[in-house]
């Protein structure tokens, strides 16, 4: 931060850029990459909407960097679990980093974001940020944990579960359906 003249701190466009980013990741979780304005995001930001496009040219370019700070946010998670894990053995890394991630969509703004990301997806630049969040989460799960093909494709499958029933809220509904679903499910 730098100071103005009259003595007020001032943000940095980094510090600026990081804001928009946690605010638009709200506003995009709530109303979909197509329901949310760059109006909206700036006005949450506390910034004009000018601003914005000065940070980001476009909404496009504004949605695939929020995808690339959950993306990260993902990896960070994922290598902390990894250091932590009780054992080297695929099955123990695995257990750690889908405990990770479910304490990691705990946050529903993360969650569903990723969520409208995969709605998105048939925007070429949004389909293309997509793609590279997944191919890095599972070249890095495969790294790390040493897991065949089948584990680590059920890994990322129970995933999505989960994505969808914490979307959906099925740990609220008590019926023979969710209880199914729910059944190995972690979730916070």
Avoid: N
Avoid at 85 to 97: E, H, K, R
Avoid at 119 to 128: N, R, V, W
């Amino acid at each position: 931060m730098t100071r103005s003249p009259a003595g007020r701190q001032l943000s940095t466009a980094e510090e600026r850029r990081e804001t928009v980013l946690r605010t638009a990741v709200g506003a995009f979780a709530a109303r979909g990459y197509y329901g949310t304005t760059t109006g909206e995001v700036a006005k949450a930001a506390g910034i004009s909407q000018a601003y914005v496009y000065r940070l980001f040219p476009d909404k496009e370019t504004l949605f695939v960097a929020v995808i690339e700070h959950c993306s990260t946010r993902m990896r960070t998670a994922f290598a902390e679990a990894a250091a932590r894990a009780t054992s080297s053995d695929p099955a123990s890394v695995l257990d750690a980093l889908g405990d990770a991630y479910a304490r990691l969509v705990a946050d529903k703004d993360l969650l569903l974001v990723m969520l409208q990301a995969r709605c998105a997806a048939s925007e070429p630049a949004i389909g293309d940020a997509v793609r590279a969040t997944y191919a890095r989460e599972v070249e890095y799960v495969r790294a790390v944990s040493g897991a065949g093909e089948e584990d680590i494709q059920r890994f990322f499958a129970r995933g999505f579960l989960c994505d969808a029933l914490i979307a959906m809220g099925a740990d609220e509904v008590d019926a023979p359906w969710s209880r199914t679903l729910l059944t190995g499910i972690r979730h916070y």
